[in-house]
């Protein structure tokens, strides 16, 4: 149970992360991002390119797919900004699967590496020092994990000075819509490419360290549906609330890996019990946008004096 306990609030933690990205994205700007997984497909694949074929250290595959996912989100949004809602997010979601298809038929370091194969033995930072100290797995995943929860409060400190800043109050306005900021002078469509920028980032700094967890990646990883998990975190938790979207990721990603438990007593086949999963966060969701539609925490709206 605490392996486990351990293992589940590192996953949150680097989900969490994920979340905020697209929170800042939908929640502070309103982009309808339908392909935010790319960014964390990005940002696992291109530190783990860098680490484990080009022998870099840790940090530069850290600060490279953290990067590459920020460059691809303004190359994302440079022929979408004027677009609508609708367009842009069928253009999102069209550029991720583009992204995962090329991944998925490109061969990387080996004839078995890459493609579907996906990539093993990615090495994990400081993994073989805990091992010369004597230290053991749960030791050092232990410390992966403090690892991972000062940088979630990082990313977290981050985007709520973000949201304060003029940047952050202009992306509000243009969440409302583009006739005020346009007559304030404002570029919206600068805005919008800077936002997906910065929320591309960290969503790729959150797959590089969960490339690094986990050992392995491949394009399973990456499906559509994983964008929906995201959704449902900033959804259920509140969209424009930081708080809000760390409280949504922690029950969505409780029910995805509560299951493991239930199964047994109800004698639940293991193939069931995956799409099981999605039916009961769509049924959440569902629940959550009828009856409390700002979320679980919603977002705080700033009220002046007269």
Same mark, same amino acid.
């Given at each position: 149970?605490?392996?486990?306990?351990?293992?589940?609030?590192?996953?949150?933690?680097?989900?969490?992360?994920?979340?905020?990205?697209?929170?800042?994205?939908?929640?502070?700007?309103?982009?309808?991002?339908?392909?935010?997984?790319?960014?964390?497909?990005?940002?696992?694949?291109?530190?783990?390119?860098?680490?484990?074929?080009?022998?870099q250290p840790f940090f530069v595959g850290i600060i490279a797919g953290t990067l590459v996912a920020a460059l691809?989100?303004?190359?994302?949004?440079?022929?979408?900004?004027?677009?609508?809602?609708?367009? &842009? *997010?069928?253009?999102?979601?069209?550029? *991720?699967?583009?992204?995962?298809?090329?991944?998925?038929?490109?061969?990387?370091?080996?004839?078995?590496?890459?493609?579907?194969?996906?990539?093993?033995?990615?090495?994990?930072?400081?993994?073989?020092?805990?091992?010369?100290?004597?230290?053991?797995?749960?030791?050092?995943?232990?410390?992966?994990?403090?690892?991972?929860?000062?940088?979630?409060?990082?990313?977290?400190?981050?985007?709520? &000075?973000?949201?304060?800043t003029p940047f952050g109050r202009a992306l509000k306005a243009i969440r409302e819509g583009d006739a005020v900021p346009l007559a304030l002078g404002k570029r919206v469509s600068s805005f919008r490419i800077r936002a997906m920028a910065i929320g591309g980032g960290i969503g790729g700094f959150a797959g590089a360290l969960f490339a690094h967890y986990n050992a392995y990646i491949g394009p399973e990883y990456f499906l559509p549906v994983e964008t929906f998990l995201i959704w449902a975190m900033v959804i259920v938790g509140g969209a424009g609330n930081v708080i809000g979207t760390l409280v949504g990721t922690v029950v969505i990603m409780g029910i995805s890996n509560s299951t493991r438990f239930i199964a047994p007593?109800?004698?639940?086949?293991?193939?069931?019990?995956?799409?099981l999963r999605m039916v009961v966060i769509g049924a959440l969701v569902i629940v959550v946008v009828m009856f409390v539609p700002r979320g679980l925490l919603p977002e705080t709206r700033t009220r002046f004096d007269r």
């Open positions: 149970m605490i392996d486990f306990l351990v293992y589940f609030v590192t996953v949150a933690a680097i989900w969490s992360m994920l979340g905020l990205s697209l929170n800042l994205q939908y929640g502070l700007a309103g982009l309808v991002n339908l392909g935010q997984i790319v960014f964390f497909m990005l940002g696992g694949y291109a530190s783990t390119i860098l680490v484990k074929f080009g022998g691809f989100g303004a190359l994302m949004a440079l022929p979408t900004a004027r677009l609508q809602q609708d367009y &842009w *997010a069928i253009s999102t979601l069209a550029a *991720a699967e583009i992204v995962r298809l090329i991944f998925l038929n490109t061969t990387i370091g080996g004839p078995y590496s890459g493609q579907a194969f996906g990539i093993s033995g990615i090495p994990r930072p400081l993994r073989s020092e805990f091992a010369d100290w004597g230290f053991s797995i749960a030791d050092y995943n232990l410390f992966y994990m403090a690892l991972v929860l000062v940088l979630l409060a990082v990313i977290v400190v981050f985007v709520a &000075w973000l949201m304060r007593l109800l004698n639940i086949d293991a193939q069931v019990l995956g799409p």
